[in-house]
């Protein structure tokens, strides 16, 4: 079964970086694209960034682009949330979800009904 | 960019309960429209996908109308696991967006 294990999460000081990974199990990972989404204490879902399926494409929020970095390695069956001059307002649960087709709007939308979400994984920062 | 306006942001109801939350699109987004619920230390589940179709397993208590700018998710008949937090996301952008999300308690 499809199954999406986020890992790396911890504390952290403000300022440093961190590395989130999500390993990737059940389903044939090189034709998916692949998000990061993040929830804060309190708040509402934040939609991070997408990677294509054969990570040709890559897009950021607004509120993350030229500090976080979104990779993967199809070989490994593994996606990478690289995030660097952490604050507090970081400070969230980060989820990997598989998207329901290779990146960005899917063509058939039937295709979103294949999208999955990991567990998820807290990032805590500290000041 | 998209933007997702959700309304309300919270809501008082009471089992047996028709609810219905909005979610209005900056600019047109035809049916690329999902909904999900959020519960506390669950991952989020995706309820509805492309404005109006069911996910599997979801009970047909849930149901989702709208296109281009304008959405609706509605839940007849509350049931008290139906009380949680829910979200509307575009996936029509490149850059996917959520709305503000609804609280939903009784």
């Known amino acids: 079964q499809v199954q999406l294990v986020e890992s790396g999460g911890g504390v952290v000081q403000s300022g440093r970086s961190l590395r989130l990974s999500c390993a990737a199990s059940?389903?044939?990972?090189?034709?998916?694209?692949m998000h990061w989404v993040r929830q804060a204490p309190g708040k509402g879902l934040e939609w991070l960034a997408v990677?294509?399926?054969?990570?040709?494409?890559?897009y950021y929020a607004d509120s993350v682009r030229g500090r976080f970095t979104i990779s993967r390695d199809n070989s490994k069956n593994m996606v990478w949330l690289q995030m660097s001059s952490l604050t507090a307002e970081d400070t969230a649960v980060y989820y990997c979800?598989?998207?329901?087709?290779?990146?960005?709007?899917?063509?058939?939308?039937?295709?979103?009904?294949?999208?999955?979400w990991g567990q998820g994984s807290l990032v805590t920062v500290s000041s | 960019d998209i933007q997702m306006t959700q309304s309300p942001s919270s809501l008082s109801a009471s089992v047996g309960d028709r609810i219905t939350i909005t979610c209005r699109a900056s600019q047109s987004i035809t049916k690329y429209l999902n909904w999900y619920q959020l519960k506390s230390g669950k991952a989020p589940k995706l309820l509805i996908y492309a404005a109006s179709t069911l996910q599997s397993g979801v009970p047909s208590r849930f149901s989702g109308s709208g296109s281009g700018t304008e959405f609706t998710l509605t839940i007849n008949s509350l049931q008290p696991e139906d009380f949680a937090a829910y979200y509307c996301q575009q996936t029509y952008g490149t850059l996917y967006t959520f709305g503000q999300g609804t609280k939903l308690d009784i």
């Open positions: 979800v598989r998207a329901g087709c290779g990146g960005g709007r899917c063509s058939d939308l039937r295709e979103y009904q294949r999208e999955y």
């Open positions: 059940g389903f044939h990972f090189s034709t998916y694209g």
């Open positions: 990677i294509w399926f054969d990570g040709s494409m890559e």
